[in-house]
Protein backbone atom coordinates (compact mmCIF):
# COMPACT_ATOMS: atom_id res chain seq x y z
CA UNK A 1 0.00 0.00 0.00
CA UNK A 2 0.67 3.82 0.19
CA UNK A 3 3.26 5.17 2.10
CA UNK A 4 3.82 8.91 3.60
CA UNK A 5 6.49 10.04 4.87
CA UNK A 6 6.49 13.67 6.86
CA UNK A 7 9.06 16.05 7.81
CA UNK A 8 9.93 17.98 10.16
CA UNK A 9 8.08 16.36 13.10
CA UNK A 10 8.04 19.75 14.25
CA UNK A 11 9.51 23.15 13.06
CA UNK A 12 9.58 26.63 14.99
CA UNK A 13 9.39 29.77 12.67
CA UNK A 14 9.28 33.48 13.81
CA UNK A 15 6.22 35.43 12.90
CA UNK A 16 6.68 36.68 9.51
CA UNK A 17 8.52 34.08 8.33
CA UNK A 18 8.18 31.30 6.31
CA UNK A 19 7.59 27.63 6.80
CA UNK A 20 7.80 24.56 4.81
CA UNK A 21 7.01 21.23 5.25
CA UNK A 22 7.64 18.01 3.20
CA UNK A 23 6.46 14.99 1.80
CA UNK A 24 7.13 12.07 0.32
CA UNK A 25 4.83 8.75 -0.98
CA UNK A 26 5.57 5.68 -2.44
CA UNK A 27 2.52 4.97 -4.69
CA UNK A 28 3.46 6.70 -8.60
CA UNK A 29 0.10 5.85 -9.20
CA UNK A 30 -1.65 8.31 -6.55
CA UNK A 31 -3.22 11.16 -7.97
CA UNK A 32 -4.60 13.46 -5.03
CA UNK A 33 -2.15 15.39 -2.47
CA UNK A 34 -4.71 17.14 0.41
CA UNK A 35 -2.88 18.84 3.61
CA UNK A 36 -4.65 19.71 6.24
CA UNK A 37 -4.71 21.49 9.74
CA UNK A 38 -5.64 20.43 13.10
CA UNK A 39 -6.15 23.02 15.70
CA UNK A 40 -5.67 21.77 19.51
CA UNK A 41 -9.08 19.97 20.52
CA UNK A 42 -10.36 19.74 16.75
CA UNK A 43 -10.53 17.91 13.96
CA UNK A 44 -8.43 17.94 10.99
CA UNK A 45 -9.77 20.87 8.23
CA UNK A 46 -8.67 20.49 4.82
CA UNK A 47 -6.08 23.56 3.90
CA UNK A 48 -5.21 23.26 0.25
CA UNK A 49 -5.25 20.12 -2.09
CA UNK A 50 -3.25 19.36 -5.29
CA UNK A 51 -3.64 16.61 -8.07
CA UNK A 52 -1.35 14.69 -10.26
CA UNK A 53 -2.02 16.66 -13.49
CA UNK A 54 -0.82 20.14 -11.62
CA UNK A 55 2.65 20.98 -10.69
CA UNK A 56 1.94 23.56 -8.15
CA UNK A 57 -1.36 25.20 -6.57
CA UNK A 58 -1.46 28.69 -4.48
CA UNK A 59 -4.40 29.96 -1.82
CA UNK A 60 -3.26 33.15 -0.53
CA UNK A 61 -0.68 33.18 2.03
CA UNK A 62 -0.43 28.86 1.38
CA UNK A 63 1.19 26.86 -1.74
CA UNK A 64 1.65 23.43 -2.02
CA UNK A 65 4.10 21.84 -5.50
CA UNK A 66 3.88 18.51 -6.56
CA UNK A 67 6.91 16.59 -8.16
CA UNK A 68 5.45 13.80 -9.76
CA UNK A 69 8.94 12.45 -10.73
CA UNK A 70 10.40 12.46 -7.40
CA UNK A 71 6.97 11.61 -5.60
CA UNK A 72 7.41 14.31 -3.23
CA UNK A 73 4.81 17.74 -2.48
CA UNK A 74 5.61 20.19 -0.04
CA UNK A 75 3.73 22.71 1.75
CA UNK A 76 4.98 26.48 1.66
CA UNK A 77 3.57 29.07 4.08
CA UNK A 78 4.21 32.76 3.63
CA UNK A 79 4.41 35.26 6.53
CA UNK A 80 3.28 33.44 8.82
CA UNK A 81 0.92 34.21 11.72
CA UNK A 82 0.49 32.99 15.60
CA UNK A 83 -3.16 31.52 14.19
CA UNK A 84 -0.86 29.40 11.83
CA UNK A 85 0.84 27.57 14.84
CA UNK A 86 -1.38 24.05 14.67
CA UNK A 87 -0.52 20.52 13.17
CA UNK A 88 -0.45 19.58 9.45
CA UNK A 89 -0.99 16.84 8.38
CA UNK A 90 -0.43 15.69 4.26
CA UNK A 91 -1.50 12.46 2.71
CA UNK A 92 -1.84 10.47 -0.45
CA UNK A 93 -4.36 8.75 -2.12
CA UNK A 94 -3.79 5.16 -2.34
CA UNK A 95 -3.74 5.51 -6.10
CA UNK A 96 -6.33 3.77 -9.15
CA UNK A 97 -9.49 2.84 -7.42
CA UNK A 98 -8.09 3.16 -4.01
CA UNK A 99 -11.09 4.96 -1.01
CA UNK A 100 -8.16 5.50 1.02
CA UNK A 101 -6.30 8.39 2.20
CA UNK A 102 -3.10 7.58 3.72
CA UNK A 103 -1.89 10.58 5.96
CA UNK A 104 2.03 11.50 7.21
CA UNK A 105 2.69 11.26 10.67
CA UNK A 106 2.42 15.29 11.15
CA UNK A 107 3.97 18.38 11.59
CA UNK A 108 3.37 20.65 15.16
CA UNK A 109 4.29 24.35 13.66
CA UNK A 110 4.66 26.56 16.41
CA UNK A 111 5.01 30.22 14.59
CA UNK A 112 6.29 32.55 17.87
CA UNK A 113 5.48 36.00 18.11
CA UNK B 1 -24.84 23.76 9.78
CA UNK B 2 -22.82 20.63 7.59
CA UNK B 3 -21.12 18.70 10.35
CA UNK B 4 -20.25 15.01 11.52
CA UNK B 5 -21.01 14.77 15.02
CA UNK B 6 -19.27 12.22 17.32
CA UNK B 7 -20.32 10.85 20.79
CA UNK B 8 -18.94 10.87 23.11
CA UNK B 9 -16.16 13.44 23.27
CA UNK B 10 -14.63 11.46 26.08
CA UNK B 11 -14.88 8.00 27.53
CA UNK B 12 -13.16 6.32 30.11
CA UNK B 13 -14.05 2.37 30.23
CA UNK B 14 -12.49 -0.94 31.66
CA UNK B 15 -11.10 -3.68 29.86
CA UNK B 16 -13.60 -5.86 28.41
CA UNK B 17 -16.87 -3.67 28.29
CA UNK B 18 -18.16 -3.21 25.25
CA UNK B 19 -18.69 0.31 23.66
CA UNK B 20 -20.06 2.18 20.70
CA UNK B 21 -19.14 5.83 19.44
CA UNK B 22 -21.64 7.00 17.62
CA UNK B 23 -20.52 9.43 14.13
CA UNK B 24 -23.56 10.96 12.43
CA UNK B 25 -22.81 13.49 9.19
CA UNK B 26 -25.85 15.84 7.91
CA UNK B 27 -24.46 16.25 4.15
CA UNK B 28 -25.65 13.31 2.49
CA UNK B 29 -22.04 11.78 2.05
CA UNK B 30 -21.78 8.19 0.60
CA UNK B 31 -17.91 8.08 2.28
CA UNK B 32 -17.47 7.97 5.72
CA UNK B 33 -14.66 6.71 7.74
CA UNK B 34 -12.81 5.92 10.86
CA UNK B 35 -9.09 7.00 11.66
CA UNK B 36 -7.64 6.50 15.30
CA UNK B 37 -4.86 9.36 15.80
CA UNK B 38 -1.79 8.59 17.99
CA UNK B 39 1.36 10.23 19.17
CA UNK B 40 4.04 10.05 16.27
CA UNK B 41 1.83 7.61 14.23
CA UNK B 42 -0.10 10.14 12.57
CA UNK B 43 -3.85 9.30 11.52
CA UNK B 44 -4.44 5.70 10.92
CA UNK B 45 -7.22 4.40 8.96
CA UNK B 46 -9.38 1.91 10.83
CA UNK B 47 -12.30 1.53 8.57
CA UNK B 48 -14.38 2.69 6.12
CA UNK B 49 -17.96 2.90 4.23
CA UNK B 50 -18.43 3.37 0.63
CA UNK B 51 -22.30 3.69 1.33
CA UNK B 52 -25.59 1.92 3.30
CA UNK B 53 -24.19 -1.75 4.03
CA UNK B 54 -21.01 -1.23 2.19
CA UNK B 55 -18.45 -1.32 4.30
CA UNK B 56 -14.54 -2.49 4.12
CA UNK B 57 -11.32 -2.67 6.12
CA UNK B 58 -8.63 -0.25 6.70
CA UNK B 59 -4.96 -0.29 7.59
CA UNK B 60 -5.67 -1.18 11.54
CA UNK B 61 -9.36 -2.79 11.55
CA UNK B 62 -8.08 -5.48 14.25
CA UNK B 63 -10.41 -5.31 17.41
CA UNK B 64 -13.20 -2.86 15.99
CA UNK B 65 -16.43 -3.21 14.17
CA UNK B 66 -18.68 -0.68 12.04
CA UNK B 67 -21.92 -0.57 10.58
CA UNK B 68 -23.86 1.38 8.16
CA UNK B 69 -27.19 1.16 8.09
CA UNK B 70 -28.31 4.50 7.11
CA UNK B 71 -26.17 6.69 5.13
CA UNK B 72 -25.90 9.82 7.72
CA UNK B 73 -24.91 6.93 10.85
CA UNK B 74 -21.33 5.13 11.12
CA UNK B 75 -21.24 3.89 14.49
CA UNK B 76 -17.70 2.47 15.80
CA UNK B 77 -18.09 -0.96 17.98
CA UNK B 78 -15.31 -1.52 19.99
CA UNK B 79 -17.33 -5.22 21.36
CA UNK B 80 -14.10 -5.88 23.94
CA UNK B 81 -11.86 -2.73 24.31
CA UNK B 82 -8.03 -3.40 25.36
CA UNK B 83 -5.87 -0.45 26.89
CA UNK B 84 -4.08 -0.29 23.70
CA UNK B 85 -7.14 0.76 21.88
CA UNK B 86 -6.67 3.80 24.19
CA UNK B 87 -6.67 7.00 21.54
CA UNK B 88 -8.22 9.51 19.54
CA UNK B 89 -10.28 8.67 17.15
CA UNK B 90 -11.85 10.76 14.27
CA UNK B 91 -15.01 10.13 12.08
CA UNK B 92 -15.02 11.52 8.61
CA UNK B 93 -17.06 11.67 5.32
CA UNK B 94 -16.63 12.79 2.11
CA UNK B 95 -19.16 13.34 -0.96
CA UNK B 96 -16.76 11.87 -4.16
CA UNK B 97 -14.84 9.09 -2.04
CA UNK B 98 -11.56 10.09 0.19
CA UNK B 99 -9.16 9.07 -2.47
CA UNK B 100 -9.90 12.42 -4.68
CA UNK B 101 -12.52 14.74 -2.25
CA UNK B 102 -12.39 16.75 0.39
CA UNK B 103 -12.72 14.65 3.96
CA UNK B 104 -14.98 16.41 7.10
CA UNK B 105 -13.78 15.36 10.14
CA UNK B 106 -15.97 15.41 13.37
CA UNK B 107 -14.54 16.87 16.69
CA UNK B 108 -12.90 13.66 17.64
CA UNK B 109 -13.61 11.30 20.32
CA UNK B 110 -10.37 10.69 23.38
CA UNK B 111 -10.88 6.96 24.36
CA UNK B 112 -8.85 5.79 27.80
CA UNK B 113 -9.16 2.02 28.40
CA UNK B 114 -8.11 1.14 32.29
Known amino acids: GENVEQHPSTLSVQEGDSAVIKCTYS??????FPWYKQELGKGPQLIID?????GEKKDQRIAVTLNKTAKHFSLHITETQPEDSAVYFC????????????FGKGTKLSVIP | EAQVTQNPRYLITVTGKKLTVTCSQN?????MSWYRQDPGLGLRQIYYSMNVEVTDKGDVPEGYKVSRKEKRNFPLILESPSPNQTSLYFC?????????????FGQGTRLTVV
Open chain 1, 27 to 32: DSASNY
Open chain 1, 50 to 54: IRSNV
Open chain 1, 91 to 102: AATGGAGSYQLT
Open chain 2, 92 to 104: ASSLGGFANTEAF
Open chain 2, 27 to 31: MNHEY
